[in-house]
C-alpha cells in the first residue's frame, strides 16, 4: 500500500513538472500543421505532444488540438490549396499512418464530425475538373485554331488560370466565361484529336455545313476567330460522326471502296478504331477490321495464291 501510495505521488509530481514545463514551450501555427499535416512525423514533438499519455492534461496539447479544429473548420468552409491537397495525396505509408491517426482524433473532439478524406476528395475533384479544362482546351486551340489572331490571348488567359492555382483556395479559382463556352466542345473533340481518320475528314472540302448567308441557320461567329474556328470544326464532327454512324448502319450495302476512303491509312486501322471506339457499333466494329484487315492485306494473299 505504501509503494502505491508513492508511486501516485511521484507521477502526480512529474506530471506537474511536465506541465510547468511545458508552460514556457511556445508552438505556432506553421509548426503544427507542419508536423502534422505537411510532412506527418511520429517522432516529432508536436506528435509526440499529442498522443503520449503524460502531456494529456498540458495546456501545450489542447491548444494543438484547437488549432486543428480551427484549420478543419476553415478547410470546410472557404476550401483548401492546391499544396495542401497534393501534400496529403503524395504522403508515404507511414505519414498516412501518422496523419490518419492525428485525424482521428480530430474527428473525435469534433461536434461536427469532421472526415478530412471526405473533404479532400471533393476539393481534389474540384481541382481535377478545372485542370482538365485548362488541358484540354490549349491542346484544342493548337490543333483546330493554330492561325487564330486571338489564339495566344487565351492561351496566356489559361495559362494565368494555372498560375492562380498556387496562390488561391481551389473553390476560387474561376474559369472566365471566354474560357467556358469552349469548353463543352473541348470535352467532345479532346478524346478524337488523335484520331488520323477525324484529322482526314476535316481536310475534305465540306459542303453540307450550313452557310454563313442561310436565314434559317443561327448567327454564327467569325470564322477566323477560336471561336469561329472552333465552331466549325464541332460542327464538322456532328459530320463526322454521322459518316461512321451510317457506315455502321449500312455496312451490308457499302461498296469496300467506301470502307477505304474512311480509313485511307492502312497503318493506323487498329489504332483509329480504338479511338473511335465510342462513334461506332460495337457489334459492326469487328466486322469493319476482318473487312479493312482482308483489304490491307490482300497483295500478300495474292502472293500466296498465286505461289
Known amino acids: 500500500m505504501h509503494i502505491d501510495v508513492q508511486t501516485k505521488y511521484q507521477n502526480a509530481f512529474l506530471r506537474e513538472l511536465i506541465e510547468m514545463a511545458c508552460e514556457d514551450i511556445k508552438i505556432d501555427d506553421e509548426e503544427i500543421l507542419q508536423d502534422l499535416f505537411y510532412k506527418p512525423d511520429s517522432q516529432s514533438f508536436t506528435c509526440f505532444v499529442l498522443f503520449h499519455s503524460s502531456f494529456r492534461t498540458v495546456h501545450i496539447r489542447q491548444y494543438i488540438i484547437d488549432r486543428l479544429l480551427t484549420q478543419s473548420i476553415s478547410w470546410e468552409d472557404i476550401g483548401m490549396r492546391w499544396d495542401e491537397l497534393l501534400a496529403w495525396r503524395n ?90 463556352q469552349f469548353v463543352p466542345i473541348a470535352k467532345r473533340l479532346h478524346p478524337y484529336s488523335k484520331s488520323t481518320v477525324w484529322h482526314l475528314f476535316r481536310q475534305q472540302p465540306l459542303t453540307l455545313l450550313p452557310s454563313a448567308t442561310d436565314t434559317n441557320v443561327k448567327e454564327t461567329p467569325d470564322p477566323i476567330t477560336c471561336h469561329g474556328l472552333l465552331t466549325q470544326a464541332d460542327k464538322t464532327f456532328d459530320l463526322f460522326a454521322a459518316q461512321l454512324n451510317d457506315t455502321c448502319t449500312n455496312w451490308k450495302t457499302l461498296s469496300v471502296s467506301s470502307w477505304i476512303h474512311l480509313f485511307p491509312d492502312k497503318r493506323y486501322i487498329d489504332y483509329d478504331l480504338g479511338i473511335l471506339e465510342p462513334l461506332l457499333d460495337a457489334v459492326v466494329t469487328p466486322i469493319l477490321k476482318q473487312i479493312l484487315d482482308f483489304w490491307t492485306g490482300r497483295e500478300n494473299l495474292m502472293c500466296l495464291c498465286q505461289g
Open 91 to 180: 504522403y508515404t505509408n507511414q505519414q498516412r499512418v501518422v496523419a490518419n491517426k492525428v485525424w482521428a482524433l480530430i474527428r473525435e473532439v469534433s461536434s461536427k464530425q469532421f472526415e478530412i478524406d471526405k473533404l479532400i476528395n471533393t476539393e481534389n475533384d474540384k481541382m481535377q475538373e478545372k485542370l482538365k479544362i485548362i488541358e484540354i482546351i490549349p491542346s484544342c486551340l493548337d490543333i483546330y485554331c493554330s492561325n487564330a489572331p486571338d489564339k495566344q490571348d487565351y492561351k496566356d488567359l489559361l495559362q494565368n488560370i494555372a498560375n492562380s492555382f498556387t496562390e488561391k483556395i481551389v473553390r476560387t479559382v474561376a474559369i472566365p466565361n471566354e474560357i467556358d
